[in-house]
T-cell receptor, first 115, second 110 residues
Framework: DAGVTQSPTHLIKTRGQQVTLRCSPK?????VSWYQQALGQGPQFIFQ???????QRGNFPDRFSGHQFPNYSSELNVNALLLGDSALYLC??????????????FGPGTRLLVL | GNSVTQMEGPVTLSEEAFLTINCTYT??????LFWYVQYPGEGLQLLLK?????DKGSNKGFEATYRKETTSFHLEKGSVQVSDSAVYFC?????????FGKGTRLSVIA
């Protein structure tokens, strides 16, 4: 049973560029949440998707956008990158049936460095 | 809004020592509470959870009890091992997204 997978594992971009991160949820999970984890900090919630719609959003600017596909996989897009966007981006999946949406399982993350 | 406060680290213990990492929360209503562990270079792994007052979550020798009266969810382990060295995060959630503490780094030395 595959867990949550994310790609790529590492990414280096320059200021002003755009980036797309990808996530495949754990088998049987339909809900995907994205988090940003700055160095030495706890993860901060960006947004959550299920049924292909953004359901909840944290305190992040509109430069952060996302998408969920019919197979439940998801993308996180960040436009006009800033140095402060450098972080570990974590994807988490959950299911209302398997443990409830609140019990989230995390992927290994994508480490983004903005130069 | 909801918040989670956990003891600052780093915490350094000798192998077989007793571990306590304190965690308190503020929330509207009664959230579910979680402990996650993050090993170097990896994502977060769910360690244990409790969904209502007086519930005890347990896994791999770790335990935490949901204390409504003290709004706490302290993590304990009776005898730590070198392999327990990691960063531990307390989190609260439910109908709202997970809110994490800042993490506590644990180092266990042989």
């Amino acid at each position: 049973d595959a867990g949550v997978t994310q790609s790529p594992t590492h990414l280096i971009k320059t200021r002003g560029q755009q980036v797309t991160l990808r996530c495949s949820p754990k088998s049987g999970h339909d809900t995907v949440s994205w988090y940003q984890q700055a160095l030495g900090q706890g993860p901060q919630f960006i947004f959550q998707y299920y049924e292909e719609e953004e359901r909840q959003r944290g305190n992040f600017p509109d430069r952060f956008s996302g998408h969920q596909f019919p197979n439940y996989s998801s993308e996180l897009n960040v436009n006009a990158l800033l140095l402060g966007d450098s972080a570990l981006y974590l994807c988490a999946s959950s299911s209302p049936i398997l443990g409830g949406r609140e019990t989230q399982y995390f992927g290994p993350g994508t480490r983004l460095l903005v130069l | 809004g909801n918040s989670v406060t956990q003891m600052e680290g780093p915490v350094t213990l000798s192998e077989e020592a007793f571990l306590t990492i304190n965690c308190t929360y503020t929330a509207t209503g009664y959230p579910s509470l979680f402990w996650y562990v993050q090993y170097p270079g990896e994502g977060l792994q769910l360690l244990l959870k409790a969904t209502k007052a007086d519930d005890k979550g347990s896994n791999k020798g770790f335990e935490a009890t949901y204390r409504k009266e003290t709004t706490s969810f302290h993590l304990e382990k009776g005898s730590v091992q070198v392999s327990d060295s990691a960063v531990y995060f307390c989190a609260s959630g439910g109908n709202t997204p997970l809110v994490f503490g800042k993490g506590t780094r644990l180092s266990v030395i042989a």
